[in-house]
């Protein structure tokens, strides 16, 4: 029986029962081996080639071996120490993209999850390795994650500032406004920390860019009404850029892209550390938007989040707009 992850996004987290339930589809799959007449040593041998063949990417010895029932029958079964993973796993991790389409081409499952709910996908964004990101991508894997793991590929991407990655994530239809999956019980503020957050927090302000042009709500990027309402004051994006000190390159994206400049409460007394960035928010407040930015973010807001950022490139338009409305000018 092979478990694959959820597209579904009304999880809203982590469901330790079903996790148990993973590890027991596990054990119930060895148990199936041993029935059909496969012994334990021999299918442990089985998938410690296999292994081998992916730790030294050895792509050529992998399909060899794949080419034989008594391997195959493994290609999706859970094994090494640490996290147990499938081949396809250790490949995404490993950032051996010739495997991965040795893998692939067998009919490897894509979205098989790991002992700890995670996706070859995630592990592959995790590590940095863009080349795999992409095979994945390609061959079908939801950019979304496992609905099972508190967090999520974009999340991974922003935080550690793989741009590259984060691109081919939002191009595939990956939510721009994804937050952690955490228990009800948690504080509200844990459950509205986002990608654009990140992003900032870290220091990355391509990521932060290219999130906010793929929809990212400017003000708090966080969408989930429910959220917002258990937390006594919400902060927005523009109070936490100026809290951190992230600088006004930061802020002047987010009000470019249509951020409520009378939310965030401004600091009293002196000048603040980052005064450069208050001052640019004490202009925003004191002249109003000029029609041609108006008139872009009410473009932007009519088309459809969901590869918005491609859609502009089909609109038709001259060059020269085109650009102007994916704030490019």
Same mark, same amino acid.
């Given at each position: 029986?092979?478990?694959?992850?959820?597209?579904? /996004?009304?999880?809203?987290?982590? #469901?330790?029962?079903?996790?148990?339930?993973?590890?027991?589809?596990?054990?119930?799959?060895?148990?199936?081996?041993?029935?059909?007449?496969?012994?334990?040593?021999?299918?442990?041998?089985?998938?410690?080639?296999?292994?081998?063949?992916?730790?030294?990417?050895?792509?050529?010895?992998?399909?060899?071996?794949?080419?034989?029932?008594?391997?195959?029958?493994?290609?999706?079964?859970?094994?090494?120490?640490?996290?147990?993973? /499938?081949? @396809?796993?250790?490949?995404?991790?490993?950032?051996?993209?010739?495997?991965?389409?040795?893998?692939?081409?067998?009919?490897?499952?894509?979205?098989?999850?790991?002992?700890?709910?995670?996706?070859?996908?995630?592990?592959?964004?995790?590590?940095?390795?863009?080349?795999?990101?992409?095979?994945?991508?390609?061959?079908?894997?939801?950019? @979304?994650?496992?609905?099972?793991?508190?967090? *999520?590929?974009?999340?991974?991407?922003?935080? #550690?500032?793989?741009?590259?990655?984060?691109?081919?994530?939002?191009?595939?239809?990956?939510?721009?406004?994804?937050?952690?999956?955490?228990?009800?019980?948690?504080?509200?503020?844990?459950?509205? /920390?986002?990608?654009?957050?990140?992003?900032?927090?870290?220091?990355?302000?391509?990521?932060?860019?290219? %999130?906010? %042009?793929?929809?990212?709500?400017? #003000?708090?990027?966080?969408?989930?009404?429910?959220?917002?309402?258990?937390? *006594?004051?919400?902060? /927005?994006?523009?109070?936490?850029? %100026?809290?951190?000190?992230?600088?006004?390159?930061?802020?002047?994206?987010?009000? #470019?892209?249509?951020?409520?400049?009378?939310?965030?409460?401004?600091?009293?007394?002196?000048?603040?550390?980052?005064?450069?960035?208050?001052?640019?928010?004490?202009?925003?407040?004191?002249?109003?938007?000029?029609?041609?930015?108006?008139?872009?973010?009410?473009?932007?807001?009519? @088309?459809?989040?969901?590869?918005?950022?491609?859609?502009?490139?089909?609109?038709? %338009?001259?060059?020269?707009?085109?650009?102007?409305?994916?704030?490019?000018?």
């Amino acid at each position: 029986m092979r478990v694959a992850s959820l597209r579904s /996004t009304k999880t809203s987290h982590m #469901d330790v029962t079903k996790i148990f339930s993973l590890l027991r589809l596990e054990e119930e799959e060895e148990v199936g081996e041993r029935m059909e007449g496969e012994g334990e040593e021999a299918a442990a041998r089985a998938k410690q080639e296999l292994s081998r063949a992916v730790g030294a990417d050895d792509h050529g010895a992998l399909d060899l071996l794949l080419r034989q029932p008594r391997y195959k029958r493994f290609i999706d079964s859970r094994s090494g120490w640490g996290v147990p993973g /499938t081949p @396809l796993r250790l490949a995404a991790a490993r950032g051996h993209p010739r495997c991965l389409r040795v893998l692939l081409a067998h009919g490897a499952e894509v979205d098989r999850l790991d002992a700890k709910a995670q996706t070859p996908l995630f592990t592959a964004v995790s590590h940095g390795h863009a080349a795999c990101v992409r095979l994945l991508l390609e061959a079908g894997a939801s950019p @979304l994650g496992s609905a099972f793991n508190n967090c *999520s590929p974009v999340l991974a991407a922003a935080r #550690d500032g793989h741009r590259a990655i984060l691109r081919a994530l939002l191009a595939h239809g990956a939510d721009a406004n994804v937050r952690a999956r955490v228990p009800a019980w948690a504080p509200g503020p844990a459950g509205c /920390t986002g990608p654009l957050y990140l992003a900032a927090a870290y220091g990355h302000l391509e990521c932060f860019r290219l %999130l906010l %042009l793929h929809g990212a709500d400017p #003000d708090y990027n966080c969408t989930d009404p429910r959220l917002l309402a258990r937390v *006594s004051r919400p902060r /927005t994006l523009l109070e936490l850029c %100026l809290r951190r000190g992230c600088g006004p390159d930061y802020v002047r994206l987010l009000v #470019d892209f249509g951020a409520n400049v009378y939310l965030p409460p401004l600091p009293p007394g002196g000048p603040p550390a980052d005064g450069e960035a208050v001052a640019l928010l004490r202009r925003e407040r004191a002249h109003p938007k000029p029609l041609m930015s108006q008139a872009r973010l009410a473009v932007r807001r009519a @088309l459809p989040l969901a590869g918005r950022a491609q859609v502009v490139d089909q609109l038709g %338009l001259p060059p020269r707009l085109a650009d102007y409305l994916k704030h490019q000018s």
